[in-house]
């Protein structure tokens, strides 16, 4: 192939083609667990994280709830995969080769929401949200009806190497964890003659970039456990999340919906959620934790 701008110009088109094709080739997870929440600057403040609304009972003038005093924000960072394509190769018509590399830029472009939410989840032990605590933590803070502050759980940790399952509520209008989209992947390229990778090292650089991060919801529709998956774990950790309440004593009402756990647990859950009978001493009964929840199989935990 002749190097000119026209040819540039094709070439550029293939490969953005091929790009595009492979956005639509990852699966998707993250939707399920996240809220995708549009950016227009450099970080969103969600101070409002510390309330779960519910209403009282209007006596006296309205009671305003503060929303300001958790400043938990979420900082935008920006993400870039690059690869060189070696001018020879295009001269030599041999810029084929290269297309699939360009659809598995795509693919990836398209797997990274999944990679930092369930990478995120994964970290929940360790990384902070709104209250200062890590997302799975023992000591969150909640006042009780007399109005003393108390440790809240949502973690149930044995102390081993297990792997870690989720139980999750994600019907409600904030998920338990937060996609925070600033810039999609934008496919470039430094093809012209002048440019240093082309003048200096022969090679034509084509890329994606994107601007995003993930971040944490509502502690409380999430719980995890690296217990052994039984029945009975799974009970204890529906029955914890049903009866939480929020300040002063207050139910939430949340019902979780969906249990999510590594590919190592897959055959665990499979049966546990689905089996009509399970062995309990040596006798066969109901398995009254059919059913009870969806599962999410995550390919990036």
């Known amino acids: 192939m002749d190097i000119n701008n026209a040819n540039l110009k094709l070439l550029y088109a293939a490969f953005n083609?091929?790009?595009?094709?492979?956005?639509?080739?990852?699966?998707?997870?993250?939707?399920?667990?996240?809220?995708?929440v549009p950016s227009t600057t450099g970080s969103e403040e969600y101070g409002w994280l510390g309330q779960l609304p519910g209403l009282r009972e209007w006596l006296g003038d309205r009671v305003v709830h503060a929303i300001g005093n958790h400043g938990y924000t979420i900082k935008n960072k920006p993400f870039e995969l690059t690869v060189g394509v070696p001018r020879t190769a295009i001269e030599d018509d041999q810029y084929g080769v290269y297309t699939p590399l360009?659809?598995?830029?795509?693919?990836?472009?398209?797997?990274?929401?999944?990679?930092?939410v369930f990478g995120l989840l994964k970290d929940g032990r360790t990384a902070l949200c709104y209250d200062g605590q890590p997302f799975f933590s023992t000591s969150h803070k909640v006042l009780n009806e007399k109005g003393k502050e108390v440790n809240?759980?949502?973690?149930?940790?044995?102390?081993?190497?297990?792997?870690?399952?989720?139980?999750?509520?994600?019907?409600?209008?904030?998920?338990?964890?937060?996609?925070q989209n600033r810039k999609s992947p934008n496919f470039v390229a430094k093809t012209a003659e002048t440019d240093e990778n082309v003048f200096n090292a022969g090679q034509f650089v084509y890329g994606v970039d994107a601007r995003r991060n993930a971040g944490f919801g509502f502690w409380q529709l999430a719980h995890c456990s690296?217990?052994?998956?039984?029945?009975?774990?799974?009970?204890?950790?529906?029955?914890?999340?049903?009866?939480?309440?929020?300040?002063?004593?207050?139910?939430?009402?949340?019902?979780?919906?969906?249990?999510?756990?590594?590919?190592?647990?897959r055959f665990t859950a499979k049966r546990l959620l689905e089996a009509e009978l399970v062995n309990d001493g040596g006798v066969q009964v109901s398995n009254d934790v059919a059913g009870s929840l969806d599962l999410l199989i995550a390919d990036w935990l």
């Open 152 to 179: 809240t759980s949502n973690l149930s940790d044995d102390g081993g190497a297990g792997a870690s399952w989720y139980v999750l509520e994600t019907r409600r209008a904030l998920k338990p964890l937060i996609f």
């Open 226 to 265: 690296n217990k052994a998956l039984t029945a009975d774990n799974l009970k204890a950790v529906i029955t914890a999340m049903e009866t939480q309440t929020g300040d002063h004593g207050r139910p939430l009402g949340i019902s979780p919906n969906q249990l999510v756990v590594p590919k190592s647990l």
């Open 102 to 116: 360009m659809t598995e830029m795509g693919r990836a472009a398209d797997a990274h929401p999944d990679q930092l």
């Open 17 to 36: 083609g091929a790009f595009k094709a492979g956005l639509g080739q990852a699966v998707s997870q993250y939707l399920q667990i996240a809220t995708v």
